[in-house]
């Protein structure tokens, strides 16, 4: 069972930056997949970014590009989402998802086992 905990979630103004963590409660996190994913109000979820299980690959969006940075300290089961350049269409609830895959490739695949509750970012104009 893998459990995951979001948090730095905050309100901020439109050109700000936030960084967002997710820690994982799994036996090797090193063999996890893992991804962020964000849901607007009145909107479908969509994938932001993901990270491979050793850090070696990497895949955003095509609206966070550029403005967004994914990353993860395996030897702190931890996962990061650094924002910079934030615009109000930003303004969702962030999800970190995992799923055991313990190459350092194949990004290709969004498809995750396991989600944590979320945590709300707000982008002010």
């Known amino acids: 069972q893998v459990q995951l905990v979001e948090s730095g979630g905050r309100w901020v103004q439109a050109g700000g930056s936030l960084k967002l963590s997710c820690a994982a409660s799994?036996?090797?996190?090193?063999?996890?997949?893992m991804g962020w994913f964000r849901q607007a109000p009145g909107k479908e979820r969509e994938f932001v970014a993901a990270?491979?299980?050793?850090?070696?690959?990497?895949d955003y969006a095509d609206s966070v590009k550029g403005r967004f940075n994914i990353s993860r300290d395996n030897a702190k089961n931890t996962m990061y989402l650094q924002m910079d350049s934030l615009k109000p269409e930003d303004t969702a609830v962030y999800y970190c998802?995992?799923?055991?895959?313990?190459?350092?490739?194949?990004?290709?695949?969004?498809?995750?086992?396991?989600w944590g509750q979320g945590t709300q970012v707000t982008v002010s104009s």
């Open positions: 998802a995992a799923t055991y895959y313990p190459f350092d490739y194949g990004l290709g695949n969004r498809r995750y086992d396991y």
């Open positions: 799994v036996r090797t996190f090193s063999n996890y997949r």
């Open positions: 990270i491979s299980s050793k850090g070696g690959r990497t």
